[in-house]
């Protein structure tokens, strides 16, 4: 029997073109609406953290959500400009019925999107994101009158600060290394770790130098960031002994790559070897399995195999 399809929620929430279907102000709308309503059904006072990447678009966006899930009776917070993964952390630590960020991650300005998260910190269910959707398509067939005036969260920016904090202090406290001696050249990409990294390196320690860090809606993740890892590693090259490692975020830092000190790129299957193999010294590597999408490379699976790590393989998405 064939399961019906999601025609809204991709594998990493809903993308669109800013202003166009699925992201215009009447369904950004509705879109908050159903999800408030599916919330209100499994808590009783729910609450949700609404921030965002640093795209022109985002603070209407945001604004249109939040004001959808306002009038089914949730209570928005703004954390201003945060990544993803932090969003995530704040659903599940500050016991929120979910967490909704707007942002397309690596996708050019003129695009935005609109992720949710759980309550738990992990993504929606296939099932209950139909149920969302069918009744996105049910308001926006039979609109009914909006309560009032959007809530401003645009020009509150960038929201409330002690909830980004939050999050860099988990984050810092997570380390058990000394990384004082580690002098480092970070790519922000002009998106939402130009929010948090500053402060993050800082409290971890490191001698950290920031580039693509002045964001103004329309160059994330332009010429920059990890779309284009080999800036950050021509940067380093080009300064050779001045740095030890390059960092290079997208545009709302759920992934980084690296290069090393003399500008050579460490791809993301590079990195998948040298955290398992070191979590596997440390004895942190649960049946010594790791977990990669099918565009890993061979070549990764058999590394790992010759030091007793299995992979196994999922469908690209991080569900």
Known sequence: MNQPTRQLFGTDGIRGIAGEFPLTPASTYAIGRA????????????????????????????DRVSLGLASAGVAVESAGIITTPGVAYLARARGLGAGVVISASHNPWTDNGIKVFSGDGYKLPDARELAIEREIFALL???????????????????????????????????????????????????????????????????????????????INQNCGALHPEVIARMVAEREGQFD???????????ALFCDAHGNVVNGDAVLFLAARDMQARGKLIGNTIVATTMSNMGLEVALKRSGIQMMRADVGDK
Request: net charge negative; hydrophobic share 40%.
């Open 245 to 255: 490692l390059g960092v290079t975020f997208d545009g709302d830092a759920d992934r």
């Open 141 to 219: 067939e039979n609109p009914q009158p909006e309560p009032g005036p959007a809530p401003r969260l645009a020009p509150s920016l960038p929201g409330d600060a002690s909830l980004r904090e939050s999050y860099i202090h988990w984050l810092a406290g997570s380390l058990a290394a000394d990384l004082s001696r580690f002098r480092v050249l970070v790519d922000c990409a002009n998106g939402a770790a130009t929010a948090e990294a500053p402060e993050l390196f800082r409290a971890c320690g490191v001698k950290a130098t920031f580039v693509h860090a002045a964001p103004d809606g329309k160059n």
């Open 35 to 62: 999800l408030g309503h599916d919330l209100v059904r499994a808590h009783p006072q729910p609450r949700v953290s609404c921030p965002m990447a640093t795209r022109e678009s985002s603070g209407w966006i945001a």
